[in-house]
Protein backbone atom coordinates (compact mmCIF):
# COMPACT_ATOMS: atom_id res chain seq x y z
CA UNK A 1 0.00 0.00 0.00
CA UNK A 2 1.47 3.69 -1.07
CA UNK A 3 1.44 6.05 1.81
CA UNK A 4 -0.29 9.10 0.56
CA UNK A 5 -0.12 12.93 1.62
CA UNK A 6 -2.57 13.22 4.30
CA UNK A 7 -4.03 17.05 2.79
CA UNK A 8 -3.78 16.20 -0.63
CA UNK A 9 -4.10 12.92 -1.13
CA UNK A 10 -1.16 12.22 -3.44
CA UNK A 11 1.44 9.84 -3.46
CA UNK A 12 3.97 10.78 -0.47
CA UNK A 13 6.82 11.43 -2.54
CA UNK A 14 4.78 13.83 -5.00
CA UNK A 15 3.55 15.72 -1.60
CA UNK A 16 7.19 17.46 -1.11
CA UNK A 17 6.78 19.00 -4.97
CA UNK A 18 3.57 22.02 -4.21
CA UNK A 19 0.94 21.28 -7.41
CA UNK A 20 1.34 24.70 -8.36
CA UNK A 21 5.43 24.47 -8.44
CA UNK A 22 6.52 25.83 -11.74
CA UNK A 23 9.88 25.25 -13.23
CA UNK A 24 11.94 28.09 -11.83
CA UNK A 25 11.14 27.21 -8.56
CA UNK A 26 8.34 29.90 -8.26
CA UNK A 27 4.65 28.81 -7.15
CA UNK A 28 1.58 30.06 -9.66
CA UNK A 29 -0.53 28.47 -12.25
CA UNK A 30 1.50 26.07 -13.77
CA UNK A 31 3.71 26.26 -16.68
CA UNK A 32 3.14 23.92 -19.35
CA UNK A 33 6.35 22.96 -21.53
CA UNK A 34 6.58 25.81 -24.23
CA UNK A 35 8.01 25.28 -27.76
CA UNK A 36 11.04 27.09 -27.16
CA UNK A 37 11.91 25.02 -24.01
CA UNK A 38 11.04 22.02 -25.96
CA UNK A 39 13.24 22.89 -28.95
CA UNK A 40 16.25 24.04 -26.76
CA UNK A 41 15.84 20.18 -24.98
CA UNK A 42 15.95 18.71 -28.47
CA UNK A 43 18.52 20.74 -29.49
CA UNK A 44 20.56 19.38 -26.26
CA UNK A 45 19.58 16.73 -26.55
CA UNK A 46 20.90 16.07 -30.29
CA UNK A 47 24.22 18.04 -29.32
CA UNK A 48 24.75 15.69 -26.44
CA UNK A 49 24.27 12.80 -28.72
CA UNK A 50 26.69 13.86 -31.16
CA UNK A 51 29.58 14.48 -28.54
CA UNK A 52 29.35 11.58 -26.14
CA UNK A 53 28.08 8.96 -29.46
CA UNK A 54 30.93 10.62 -31.06
CA UNK A 55 33.64 10.24 -28.30
CA UNK A 56 32.15 6.57 -27.13
CA UNK A 57 32.80 5.54 -30.75
CA UNK A 58 36.39 7.31 -31.50
CA UNK A 59 37.88 6.27 -27.73
CA UNK A 60 36.78 2.50 -27.51
CA UNK A 61 39.95 0.34 -28.47
CA UNK A 62 37.54 -2.04 -30.37
CA UNK A 63 36.42 -2.83 -34.18
CA UNK A 64 33.10 -2.23 -33.77
CA UNK A 65 33.24 0.52 -31.25
CA UNK A 66 29.61 2.38 -32.79
CA UNK A 67 27.61 -0.64 -31.23
CA UNK A 68 28.68 0.82 -27.82
CA UNK A 69 29.28 4.42 -28.90
CA UNK A 70 25.58 5.52 -30.51
CA UNK A 71 23.21 3.80 -27.80
CA UNK A 72 25.01 5.39 -25.31
CA UNK A 73 24.71 8.84 -26.79
CA UNK A 74 21.27 7.96 -27.22
CA UNK A 75 20.65 7.26 -24.11
CA UNK A 76 22.96 10.40 -22.75
CA UNK A 77 20.77 12.96 -25.34
CA UNK A 78 17.58 11.71 -23.70
CA UNK A 79 19.09 12.40 -20.24
CA UNK A 80 19.49 15.84 -21.68
CA UNK A 81 16.64 16.33 -22.98
CA UNK A 82 14.81 15.36 -19.50
CA UNK A 83 17.00 17.40 -17.60
CA UNK A 84 16.78 20.29 -19.99
CA UNK A 85 12.76 19.98 -19.67
CA UNK A 86 12.73 20.00 -16.02
CA UNK A 87 15.53 22.36 -15.26
CA UNK A 88 14.99 25.79 -13.96
CA UNK A 89 16.18 27.61 -16.26
CA UNK A 90 15.34 31.78 -15.74
CA UNK A 91 15.83 33.50 -19.27
CA UNK A 92 18.94 35.37 -18.37
CA UNK A 93 21.31 33.57 -17.13
CA UNK A 94 24.40 32.12 -18.22
CA UNK A 95 22.67 28.20 -17.76
CA UNK A 96 19.78 29.15 -20.44
CA UNK A 97 22.26 31.34 -22.33
CA UNK A 98 24.81 28.17 -22.57
CA UNK A 99 21.52 25.52 -23.16
CA UNK A 100 21.13 27.92 -26.14
CA UNK A 101 24.38 27.87 -27.38
CA UNK A 102 24.47 24.09 -26.94
CA UNK A 103 21.10 23.17 -28.56
CA UNK A 104 22.49 25.76 -31.56
CA UNK A 105 25.39 23.23 -31.91
CA UNK A 106 23.38 20.23 -32.24
CA UNK A 107 21.35 21.90 -35.26
CA UNK A 108 23.77 23.82 -37.27
CA UNK A 109 25.69 19.84 -37.29
CA UNK A 110 21.79 18.46 -38.35
CA UNK A 111 21.50 21.40 -40.98
CA UNK A 112 25.03 20.81 -42.90
CA UNK A 113 24.31 17.34 -42.60
CA UNK A 114 20.94 17.55 -44.23
CA UNK A 115 22.69 20.09 -46.73
CA UNK A 116 25.12 17.84 -47.48
CA UNK A 117 22.59 14.47 -48.12
CA UNK A 118 20.52 16.72 -50.69
CA UNK A 119 23.46 18.34 -52.19
CA UNK A 120 22.24 21.26 -52.44
CA UNK A 121 24.38 23.86 -54.91
CA UNK A 122 27.13 21.23 -54.89
CA UNK A 123 27.32 21.64 -51.39
CA UNK A 124 27.92 18.20 -50.68
CA UNK A 125 32.51 17.46 -50.27
CA UNK A 126 32.53 20.96 -49.84
CA UNK A 127 33.01 20.90 -46.05
CA UNK A 128 34.73 17.99 -43.93
CA UNK A 129 33.18 16.92 -40.82
CA UNK A 130 35.41 18.65 -38.76
CA UNK A 131 34.26 21.66 -40.57
CA UNK A 132 30.91 21.16 -39.61
CA UNK A 133 31.94 21.34 -36.16
CA UNK A 134 33.96 24.11 -36.21
CA UNK A 135 31.24 25.81 -38.11
CA UNK A 136 28.64 24.55 -35.43
CA UNK A 137 30.73 25.46 -32.49
CA UNK A 138 31.02 29.08 -33.74
CA UNK A 139 27.29 29.73 -33.87
CA UNK A 140 26.93 28.47 -30.44
CA UNK A 141 29.56 30.72 -29.27
CA UNK A 142 27.67 33.39 -31.32
CA UNK A 143 24.26 32.90 -29.82
CA UNK A 144 25.53 32.55 -26.09
CA UNK A 145 27.48 36.36 -26.97
CA UNK A 146 24.82 37.43 -28.39
CA UNK A 147 22.00 36.60 -25.41
CA UNK A 148 24.96 37.98 -23.35
CA UNK A 149 25.02 41.16 -24.67
CA UNK A 150 21.37 41.17 -25.33
CA UNK A 151 20.65 40.65 -20.97
CA UNK A 152 23.64 43.44 -20.53
CA UNK A 153 21.28 45.92 -22.31
CA UNK A 154 19.68 48.30 -19.87
CA UNK A 155 15.56 48.22 -20.38
CA UNK A 156 16.53 44.18 -21.93
CA UNK A 157 13.17 41.85 -21.88
CA UNK A 158 15.05 39.49 -19.53
Same mark, same amino acid.
Given at each position: ??????? +?? $?? *????????????????????????? $????????????????????????????????????????????????????? $????????????????? #?????????? #? /??? /?????????? +? *???????????? #???? *???? $???????
Amino acid at each position: MKRRDPV +QG $RP *WALAVVPRNANFDGTVGPRDSVSLR $RALLAGGLGLTTLLVVGGLLTALLPFEFSALVGLPGGVVAGLFAVLLALGAPL $RPGTPAARAVAAAATVG #YVVLGLAALS #Y /ANL /AGFRGALSVT +Q *WLLVAVLAGLAV #YAGL *WVRD $RRPGSPT
